[in-house]
């Protein structure tokens, strides 16, 4: 196993992370079906037969349904907790006080959220906790209680973030014992945000860019495993019909394609492949369930280390629209 941020923190992690959201099927109040399980059993045997062993959760991933699958999963396999990494997320509230959703960063909101996952997930613990999305109003001291009751308590070991600038980190951290290890955002072809802040320092192109100044830097400076939410960008460069999609869109398209049947393998390897050559390291969380395309990303980590500075450098410049 390659070293990754996770791992040097104790956490024995894959470089890819299987997204559990669409375990639960719809977002509405429907009830976890037998079939929908079993469709998430076989995403998961697929995701351990290409070697990953960490899963990604939120409490309200369709309403909790996802995680009630996938203790489901476990209550069936007892013996796979100790064999895989568990995260979930909180601080998001569906349709509370009347509204359509909420952050909610209090200390209660904290605890409660997490004992629901673990009810759910019929597990005692978490091995990696993160707050979902920014709150405007979060108090670090009210999350450093929350944190601290929960690893005393064995119910969390790390905790992590997600969404989140530098400054806000450093906001949080500010109170905390331990150090946040884990910051989930956005990254990929189809995202290209955190490397157009890097690049486009000093440019007037760079004012439109919507990413954390020096995230990256800081991350791979403090130890901090960031993970990649929407790599594959919805299937876009895989095999997604994009005729209606940008020229941009189609060209890096058309260029994955190519570059995988060149080296024999697959796009969504190719894709990934891209985004694990930063030197950050980064951990792509894949958002799928389709046994066939979860094997798909077998051979992104080689295609990482094949990859060309060359290459890397033209599917960046072809997506950006250059």
Known sequence: MKNIPLNTHGIPASRLVLGCMPFGGDWDRSTLTDERVKLSEQAVDAALSIGINMFDHA???TRGKSEEAFGRILQNKPSLRSEIVLQSKC?????????PSLFDFSRDHILESVDGSLQRLGTDYLDVLLLHRPDPLMEPEEIAEAFAKLKASGKVRYFGVSNMSVAQ???IEQALTDQLIVNQLEMGLGRLDFVEETVRVNQTRGANIHFSDGLM???RSENVQLQAWGPLAQGKFTGRDVSGESEAVRKTAKLVATMAE???TTREAIALGWLMKHPAKIQPVIGTMNPERIEACRDAEQQAE???REDWYRLYMTARGD
Do not use: T
């Open 169 to 171: 980190i450093r906001f």
């Open 91 to 99: 601080g998001i509230g569906l349709e509370g006080y009347g509204l």
């Open 59 to 61: 409490d309200i991933y």
């Open 262 to 264: 060149e080296r024999q």
């Open 217 to 219: 830097e800081y991350s």
């Open 306 to 308: 094949q990859m060309s």
